[in-house]
């Protein structure tokens, strides 16, 4: 599915100093710290107007060198400590949020994968953060620090000439202003920017993990050339960010040199008038060059900021999502839960009606129930609802009307986390974790043991398989199961839930891929693992359910049947005509 979710409001400075609240303790440190640098740079022209004045009366001056090179010397090692912390504390905020971000990635709702396309998702971890990272390295805080000499170059030279501070505040003012009104389009700019880099991840993500029925398609050249599309519409956003910073740049050098100019000029006038000294003067345009030299850092981090707010309103926008535990029920304590009353039924759906988006349901009114300890086949035609409802018993969706309970429980009056300790799932299309054999088993059951393992392998028909493999259960498989094949993938699966050893286990088209040698070997596996547990399974192959403790069978999202192989063979139309295209009667 493509990406039909609006832009998303754009951050403003308070979201990205929100950043910097964890981390308040370093950089009141980093303060302290940037006062005393301040202090040091700014004792340092003073130091120069008393060498200057030293050399024109002839006294000594040794004492004030020697102080002055240990001025420049501290102000060197302060302001090395406070780089060091601002970069660490840059690095701890781009971390901060990408913990934040992956924590509310792994927890969103289902549908919202649904709507949202994976690489769009993953860019934002990788370049939206890093942008955070740039703004607060590339000058925000420097330009917060620099503020602290600015303020005391001012005050220096309020004192030393009011005529000379007046002129270069005028310059000053104009480039400020010229940069504050220029600057307001690169944040739009680089969310629409990011926005588009968004797409080009998705679709580099979709047609590398698509790229065999691409190539099988001939579809090579076509795919290229909508990804050079994308990247084409990035780069022309680029270059309007890139043309709007080439015209900020130049005003901050142009107002260094428009007021260093100005203060020369009508400085050495007032020189020679007599109404200043040399000293003064020299003193003055040091202090000039102190304040100026934070501005244009501040000039520089208008930019990276304002760039840093464009990726941060990417951010922002799926850490506002709510997470899928939200609207969980909260977790009780034994001794507070109100008992239930004993249930013959582990699952139930009274009259579930549901749809994935406003329009035709995908399942109406459906009801019907699973004993404990019962095998249950769902069966239909393709979009009857039958993998709709695994779904909803594992509350990857709530039903709009109707209830499901578990256990005599209405599963949303228990925690997610809860229901689906009780529950084993695997998906229709049998999806394979890249890393190894071991790491896939134990994603269910972290604590399982070596022998754990072998023997759920084994129930599958699958150890001998493995243990052919040097590394055995540390072979190492791609993204997708790459290195096993599509049957291998799906008992691999199945192995997976059955090593949690949950009283519930879904099944969801468990022999979809596997030949007929395979598939007799996974029916046995299924009947061993029911011993004991309740199981639901989904089948297109009407063979597999035959021995079914009960069947129900769907159809446009509607249960039309419910009842034995035998029993349905005599009492449903649908049924009866689902096993004579599968040969099962004549």
Partial sequence: MTDDQTSPPPARLRDLFSYLAEHRGVLIVVLVISLVSAGLSLAQPVMVNRVIDGVGAGTAIGGTVIILVALVVAAGITEAVQQY??????????????????????????????????GDLVSRVGSDTTMVREALTGGLIEAVSGALVFVGALIAMALLDLTLLGITAAVVLVAVLCVTLVSSRIQALTLESQEALGRVSSGVERAISGVRTIRASGATAREEAALVADAGAAYRLGVRIVR????????????????????????????ASGTLSVADLVTFILFLFMMLMPLGTAFGAVITVRTALGALSRIEEVLDLPSESDDDAPALRSADRIAQPASVNQVEFDRVSFAYRDGKPVLREASFAVP???????????????????????????????????????????????????????????????????????????????????????????????????????????DDGA????????????????????????????????????????????????????????????????????????????????????????????????????????
């Fill in 85 to 118: 912390l601002l970069g660490r504390t840059a690095e701890g905020v781009v971390f901060s949020a990408r913990r934040r971000l992956l924590g509310r990635l792994l927890r969103l709702p289902v549908k919202e994968y649904d709507t949202r396309r994976t």
């Fill in 372 to 478: 404990h300890g019962s095998t249950t086949a769902l069966v239909g035609p393709s979009g009857a609802g039958k993998s709709t409802a695994l779904a909803l018993i594992e509350r990857f969706y709530d039903p709009a009307d109707g209830s499901i309970s578990v256990d005599g429980t209405d599963i949303r009056d228990m925690p997610r986390a809860e229901l689906r300790a009780r529950i084993g799932y695997v998906e229709q299309n049998a999806p394979v974790l890249a890393g190894t054999i071991r790491d896939n088993l134990l994603l269910a059951a972290p604590e399982a043991d070596e022998a754990r393992c072998r023997r759920v392998l084994a129930e599958v028909n699958l150890l001998d398989r493995i243990d052919q493999h040097p590394l055995g259960l540390d072979a190492v498989v791609g």
């Fill in 244 to 271: 709007i910073s080439a015209l900020l740049w130049p005003v901050s050098g142009l107002a260094i040199q428009g007021a260093f100019l100005a203060v020369l000029g009508v400085g050495g006038y007032r020189v």
């Fill in 483 to 586: 290195g096993l094949s599509g049957g291998e993938r799906q008992r691999l699966s199945i192995a997976r839930a059955l090593i949690a050893d949950t009283p519930l286990l879904l099944l969801d088209e468990p022999t979809a891929s596997l030949d007929t040698r395979n598939e007799s070997a996974m029916r046995s596996a299924i009947e061993s693992a029911s011993i004991g547990r309740t199981v639901v399974i989904i089948a297109h192959r009407l063979a597999t359910v035959a021995d079914a403790d009960q069947i129900v069978v769907l159809d446009d999202g509607r249960v039309t049947a419910t009842g034995t192989h035998a029993e349905l063979l005599e009492t449903s139309d649908l049924y009866r005509d689902l096993a004579r295209r599968q040969l099962l009667v004549r």
